[in-house]
């Protein structure tokens, strides 16, 4: 390997990127490169490890009493801390045959007292990790200016005129179709007509309306193929100073880009997609719209946004769809009479793929029940069509049991209070994350406030509902390593039932003790926070340990194919030696507030 190769190699890497550029010329002077055969033993309780072992090719398998805890390969590093502290309980074995980079250890000690950054990467807490990584993350990523694509953007739907169309009856059709422009026909030629054109070839000459609209257009359109690339329809738009470009496939005109939606689109271009829903007059318009919720997430998640942040933006685009196709099907005399109601993640404002409707209506007391349904089973039919998979335990307003009056919901939650059957458990657990999308919300207000005032001194209720909780083992070993599954999911583990499931339901139940009103996951811890059932630091850790296990889920969901089964796998071998360290962390938290779980609600005397 070239000098100039093993400096591209060590800046690539985590924490070396860090160091300057004298720094990294040092260390290539200390570093020698080194072979070992499969099998051999580099680090062990009783062989002492003296040099950081940087790996150029080939595989180390890292284990504590013969179970495996982690599988480096090229690019990772080990094991800094058996050079800090001296010791070890792990045993590390080549697996496949290493080429690698070693840095002595005094030059290693050397060099966290040098540089403190390089230090802080492997003394830092847990939140400090986090932080730096995603901030990483955010510097290292291609800029997805450079590879999104025309057809990724939202386009405005082009107007068409034929030349001897009057200026009038023009603008009268432009009106009507909520257009920017105007297309003109005129044999083969194309023309357009923008506000410059009216503004200038009509108010300001005086020219009567009654004359035709090809009088007015300019020729010779500036156009861009479809599947060109934005960062040259930016070009175009700089070239030739418009401010829109007439969007072409195959020759045939599909559609107008605007200078502004282009710019909005890597600001936030989540209000053009709200703008389209708003707009939309039918489901097939709905379906057009929704399209480019999955690209939002995309360019989001590659730009450093955090997924909380994205989740909220994806929950309330998608409780707009909710608000539209609601008044679509329920006719406008009904819709203030009942509330529309969302649940799981959705309710949770925690959505960032689709996933299964959860969903519910609340009738005011004394209307007629019976008129709701027609339409209640319209809007589950329209919702499949947007792409909404049916619930798996029926949780939508087509099934009875999640439509009732205000009366009606209050009689099921007391009955799910006096009864602890599995059933009445879980229908407690999902209302408690539902949150009105339309309709009348104060009649969910008024079914909420009924089910706080109903837990009063019901600890032994809250002590059930916190069990579960506890119902999924961590995935991390007594000595930190990943434990995977079985079957086909031999070299996976489930993150959601592994980690989230029990920050996202413990939360949940202390919410209801407190009663904290907020839906969302983070939003209630900080409130717990705020009411002095947490320290400020473990709070953090919470919502940090929260946010790397739905980013790391994100990404695995992102790299499947569209419909695939098993969304909440992850496979550890694909993840950074810094990810899984975080992973690793998280899960220790997600452990710790098992721990205070048992504590709080005393579930070691539940039965």
């Known amino acids: 390997m070239s000098l100039f190769d093993q400096k591209a190699l060590l800046t690539s890497i985590h924490p070396f990127d860090l160091l300057t550029e004298r720094m990294i010329e040092k260390l290539m002077t200390q570093m020698d490169i080194a072979y070992y055969p499969k099998e051999t033993v580099l680090i062990a309780p009783r062989v002492r490890g003296e040099s950081l072992y940087i790996i150029i090719k080939g595989f180390v398998n890292e284990t504590v009493d013969g179970e495996l805890q982690n599988v480096y390969g090229e690019r990772d590093s080990f094991d800094a801390n058996s050079l800090i502290y001296g010791n070890t309980q792990s045993t590390f ?12 250890k005094e030059s290693f000690l050397n060099l966290l007292q040098d540089a403190e950054s390089f230090q802080n990467y492997f003394m830092q807490d847990f939140i400090t990790k986090h932080q730096n990584l995603k901030e990483r993350q955010h510097q290292n990523e291609l800029t997805p200016f450079m590879v999104s694509r025309v057809d990724e953007i939202y386009l405005h739907a082009p107007c068409f005129v034929e030349s001897d169309t009057t200026i009038y009856d023009a603008i009268k059709k432009m009106s009507l179709e909520d257009a920017n422009v105007i297309l003109v026909k005129e044999g083969t030629k194309i023309g357009i007509v923008t506000d410059t054109n009216l503004r200038e070839r009509v108010l300001l000459t005086g020219k009567s309306t009654h004359d035709p609209i090809s009088e007015i257009a300019s020729y010779g359109l500036i156009t861009i193929e479809r599947t060109d690339f934005l960062f040259n329809a930016l070009l175009l738009f700089t070239k030739h100073g418009v401010k829109r470009l007439v969007v072409v496939e195959e020759e045939k005109i599909v559609g107008i880009l605007e200078q502004l939606d282009l710019l909005s689109h890597f600001a936030n271009h989540t209000h053009l997609i709200a703008a389209s829903i708003d707009r939309a007059g039918t489901v097939e318009e709905l379906q057009n719209a929704q399209r480019s919720l999955t690209h939002l997430v995309r360019s989001l998640t590659s730009k450093g946004v955090r997924v909380r942040y994205i989740s909220k933006l994806v929950s309330e685009l998608n409780s707009k769809v909710y608000r539209k196709v609601y008044e679509m099907v329920v006719p406008a005399e009904l819709q203030d009479k009942c509330a529309l109601m969302v649940m799981g993640s959705e309710g949770r404002f925690e959505q960032v793929l689709r996933t299964d409707q959860d969903n519910g209506l609340i009738i005011r007391n004394g209307e007629d029940e019976a008129r709701f349904i027609p339409y209640m089973i319209q809007f589950n039919e329209y919702l499949l069509q947007l792409g909404f998979p049916p619930c798996n335990g029926n949780v939508m307003v087509s099934n009875p049991y999640w439509r009732h009056s205000v009366d009606g919901y209050k009689k099921m939650i007391a009955d799910w209070i006096e009864t602890f059957n599995e059933e009445s458990l879980m229908g407690l657990s999902i209302f408690l994350d539902a949150h009105c999308v339309a309709g009348d919300e104060n009649l969910l207000r008024e079914c909420q406030e009924y089910l706080f005032e109903r837990f009063e001194g019901r600890s032994d209720v809250m002590a059930h509902l916190a069990k579960s909780a506890l119902a999924f083992e961590t995935p991390l070993s007594l000595f930190s390593g990943f434990v995977l599954g079985r079957a086909e999911h031999e070299s996976e583990f489930d993150i ?21 009103s907020a839906t969302n996951t983070t939003e209630r811890i900080k409130e717990l926070n705020n009411r002095g059932l947490f320290d400020r630091a473990f709070a953090n850790e919470l919502i940090e340990a929260y946010d790397t296990l739905l980013s790391i889920r994100l990404r695995f969901i992102l790299a499947q194919k569209p419909g695939s089964e098993g969304q909440n796998y992850v496979n550890p071998k694909l993840l950074s030696k810094a990810e899984r360290d975080l992973l690793k962390d998280a899960f220790k938290i997600v452990n710790t507030f098992k721990k205070f779980l048992t504590y709080h609600y005393h579930l070691g005397m539940v039965v």
């Open 93 to 104: 074995i080549v697996s496949e045959d290493l080429i690698c980079y070693e840095l002595p």
């Open 496 to 516: 959601k039932k592994g980690g989230i499931f029990a920050i996202v339901h413990g939360i949940r139940i202390l919410a209801l003790e407190f009663k904290v």
